[in-house]
């Protein structure tokens, strides 16, 4: 393809030379005068300058287009962006007034020397890059190249105060091949232009906020490899809304529910077990977000690990005030049923006293037969003795039995202060570790 265009430029040429000056506002002169009719110039292999020794300055702007995703687990982050590179080439120089006022030439990328610019940090695949197959010329030898690119680059993120976090990252450009003398990069723009410009055009950003994007000149000197480098930073920082809907505010719902559920009298085991269990399935979302990889533990992790074991705490309290509870309980029933058991003997004793005389009655219709008043007497006598024994034997077991329930009321108010200030003191931690962070980027 690129024979028969040669061919083709070839045979034009030589119908142009053979017409003279009459052709001089066509590009095509001005490709003949710079000597770029021919594919396999030394222009394109050649670092275009005249000494040597002579540094070429690469000026390549950077902005982005979009922040696609960021993969906390893979530690990468997915940007969209556009690169523009600047230089000069010392050959390729014309006077515009000679070819009728023609101050732009835009040649195939493949005519030219090009910086071998890579970054560092990329890890996407080659087809994601897609380069402008022109490139563009200007009077004084300044050639621009352009191109956009779906990169994906690893980024260490910090996750400490996930979901109040900013990450910076770095996007380091530099030369493969050429050491610091013969190629440095620089930007055309500066950095508060190339940050401004990125945020007027960002399209999408996704949950993350683009804060600032810095711009470092890097060099780097060994003996003899010296490398120029130009590392853009960006900041982004996170839109927390959605965690603080889907994970903190439930969190806090089910501490505040496991706190109240002091109050609940009777049974409240199985509550406090069911809340547990809506913690759990919260902790799995969570262990889907972050990365096993943080050697520190974040926040949110340890907040969640808290709550869990507050409310775990509080089911073993539960459980003991359950069983301590229970030993009363037990006691004070055996004491009971004794107590029931000599109730039901009496009356059956009293049955047994009564049934002759109801006999009696039922036999001898008319004037009754009456218990002699003796009888009577002993009979109200043993009522009293035993309503007496009953009740002292309940004083009895309402003291011995007591004590356990006064203790599990002094562990359960102790308990219950406890818990309290312990969830107020973390709250007004991480309230400080997060809202602060979060607060003071907000104003950077
Ligand atoms: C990013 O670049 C800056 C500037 O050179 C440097 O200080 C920082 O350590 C780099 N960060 C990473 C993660 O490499």
Redo the contacts with the bound molecule.
Sequence with gaps: MSGLMTLAFLAVTAAGVSSSEMSDCSYLSLLTHLNLIQTDSPLSIMRPVKNWTTTTVVSLDMVLYGILEVDEKSQTVTTHVQTQMMWRNEFLRWNSSNFCGIEMLTVPRKMLWVPDVSIQ?DTSDTGSIQNSPLVTLTTDGWVFAGGRQRLTTT??FRLYLFPFDTQ???I?FGSMNYNAESMTLRTLNSEETLSLFSELIMITQGEWELLNM?V?Y?FTESKNLSQS?L?Y?VIIMRKPMLYVINLIVPLFYFLILDLASFFIRGEKLSFKVTVLLSISVLLLILQDMLPSTEAKLPLMASFCVWVFTLVWLSILEAMLIDFLLGLDGCCGNNAQNAVNNQEVEIQLEGNSHKDPSAAEERGQLGPVMKPSEGELLMLILEEVKVARMETERHVKDDRKPGRYTRLAQIIDSVYFVLYFLNVVSYLVYLNTAWLGSYVSNKKE
Aim: charged content about 25%; hydrophobic content about 10%; overall charge positive.
């Design positions: 940090e980024c260490q910076s990252c770095n380091s810095k470092t890097y480098k590392i930073t």
